[in-house]
């Protein structure tokens, strides 16, 4: 079923994009509505994924250029909400999900446009001008936006860590 | 080259899109600056950092919201046209036609009572709004009468004036 599959990446892209749990829910749910009804658009010849996760990331950076996601929404990744991999060491794990709480925290003191071009770039790995276009400003913001976020991001982790990320 | 004219080359520098002379000048700047270094060296880590973020599991309670969707969005939507047409037919079905009849009827007398001058009595209104109305008429058909008179009159000057130039014979 589309949920079982799918539910998973759509609500962390939403995350990522949103910066909030509320925030990714509402997406999420909006995201599979939207799916739903456009299911009879769907070509065959493409692939089903890739199709989706278009589908889902326009959707986000629509909602990201009418709603811009203000700061206070936002919540902390924790433990908890951290999905666990059993297949790593127990330490390994501990270290990885260190590492992860901390580059999350620093996504979330970002600006939700520095964020939102950062993902772009880093996860959903679009070209600069790809970005651009899908965000309708000038390449040279696109590029300074991701420059201005990343070094935000590596202040934020040099304060909390001295350097030993 | 100072730290802020540095780090604004640190992404293209990471992507190797600076030219050899800035390349130079930034690594000059990074040898004298260890903070930068630091920076830079985070940075240069921070791609694969957030790609390899953990995914996030989602709520018990959003799955269940997701599992209602299809039939949510599945569900035929009325068009704007079909519930427009369905509730025209709703006034026009025959169950509704009595109700419709008595409220043309109450619409006549109410506007009897509430057009007809004061002092007048209803069948001299109707009385008075026949006869305007004929004289209405009479003057119209007047008027449509000289109309075609003067038609006729610049016809006939039209082929006067043709004859005139021997370029039309009248039979």
Same mark, same amino acid.
């Given at each position: 079923?589309?949920?079982?599959?799918?539910?998973?990446?759509?609500?962390?892209?939403?995350?990522?994009?949103?910066?909030?749990?509320?925030?990714?829910?509402?997406?999420?749910?909006?995201?599979?509505?939207?799916?739903?009804?456009?299911?009879?658009?769907?070509?065959?010849?493409?692939?089903?994924?890739?199709?989706?996760?278009?589908?889902?990331?326009? *959707? !986000?950076?629509? %909602?990201?250029?009418?709603?811009? @996601? $203000?700061?206070? /929404?936002?919540?902390?990744?924790?433990?908890?909400?951290?999905?666990?991999?059993?297949?790593?060491?127990?330490?390994?794990? *501990? !270290?990885?999900? %260190?590492?992860?709480?901390?580059? @999350? $925290?620093?996504? /979330?003191?970002?600006?939700?446009?520095?964020?939102?071009?950062?993902?772009?770039?880093?996860?959903?790995?679009?070209?600069?001008?790809?970005?651009?276009?899908?965000?309708?400003?000038?390449?040279?913001?696109?590029?300074?936006?991701?420059?201005?976020?990343?070094?935000?991001?590596?202040?934020?982790?040099?304060?909390?860590?001295?350097?030993?990320? | 080259?100072?730290?802020?004219?540095?780090?604004?080359?640190?992404?293209?520098?990471?992507?190797?899109?600076?030219?050899?002379?800035?390349?130079?000048?930034?690594?000059?700047?990074?040898?004298?600056?260890?903070?930068?270094?630091?920076?830079?060296?985070?940075?240069?880590?921070?791609?694969?950092?957030?790609?390899?973020?953990?995914?996030?599991?989602?709520?018990?309670?959003?799955?269940?919201?997701?599992?209602?969707?299809?039939?949510?969005?599945?569900?035929?939507?009325?068009?704007?046209?079909?519930?427009?047409?369905?509730?025209?037919?709703?006034?026009?079905?025959?169950?509704?036609?009595?109700?419709?009849?008595?409220?043309?009827?109450?619409?006549?007398?109410?506007?009897?009572?509430?057009?007809?001058?004061?002092?007048?009595?209803?069948?001299?209104?109707?009385?008075?709004?026949?006869?305007?109305?004929?004289?209405?008429?009479?003057?119209?058909?007047?008027?449509?009468?000289?109309?075609?008179?003067?038609?006729?009159?610049?016809?006939?000057?039209?082929?006067?004036?043709?004859?005139?130039?021997?370029?039309?014979?009248?039979?």
């Amino acid at each position: 079923m589309l949920v079982d599959l799918y539910s998973k990446k759509i609500f962390n892209l939403a995350y990522q994009f949103a910066g909030s749990y509320q925030e990714a829910e509402d997406l999420t749910q909006d995201i599979f509505l939207k799916l739903f009804k456009s299911l009879n658009k769907y070509d065959f010849d493409h692939d089903f994924t890739a199709w989706l996760l278009t589908l889902a990331r326009n *959707y !986000l950076i629509d %909602e990201f250029r009418k709603n811009r @996601w $203000e700061k206070s /929404q936002r919540t902390e990744l924790n433990e908890n909400i951290m999905s666990s991999d059993d297949t790593v060491h127990p330490e390994a794990q *501990y !270290l990885n999900q %260190e590492k992860a709480a901390l580059v @999350w $925290e620093g996504l /979330q003191q970002l600006s939700s446009e520095l964020r939102v071009t950062l993902v772009l770039r880093e996860i959903e790995g679009l070209s600069y001008e790809e970005i651009a276009s899908k965000l309708n400003l000038p390449l040279g913001t696109v590029k300074s936006r991701v420059n201005r976020g990343r070094l935000q991001l590596a202040q934020v982790i040099l304060e909390k860590t001295g350097g030993k990320l | 080259m100072n730290c802020h004219q540095a780090r604004q080359l640190f992404s293209a520098y990471l992507e190797g899109e600076l030219n050899p002379k800035e390349e130079d000048r930034l690594k000059a700047h990074l040898a004298n600056c260890p903070h930068c270094q630091a920076v830079l060296d985070i940075m240069a880590g921070l791609s694969s950092s957030i790609k390899n973020l953990p995914e996030i599991e989602p709520p018990a309670t959003l799955l269940q919201q997701l599992y209602s969707i299809p039939e949510l969005a599945l569900t035929p939507e009325k068009t704007a046209l079909e519930k427009g047409s369905s509730g025209w037919k709703f006034w026009l079905s025959p169950a509704f036609q009595p109700i419709l009849i008595g409220l043309t009827v109450i619409m006549v007398a109410f506007s009897f009572l509430f057009f007809t001058s004061p002092g007048k009595t209803w069948q001299k209104e109707i009385s008075f709004e026949i006869h305007r109305g004929y004289s209405q008429a009479q003057k119209i058909l007047v008027k449509a009468g000289v109309l075609t008179d003067k038609v006729k009159g610049y016809q006939e000057d039209f082929l006067a004036a043709l004859e005139a130039k021997n370029l039309y014979k009248s039979k």
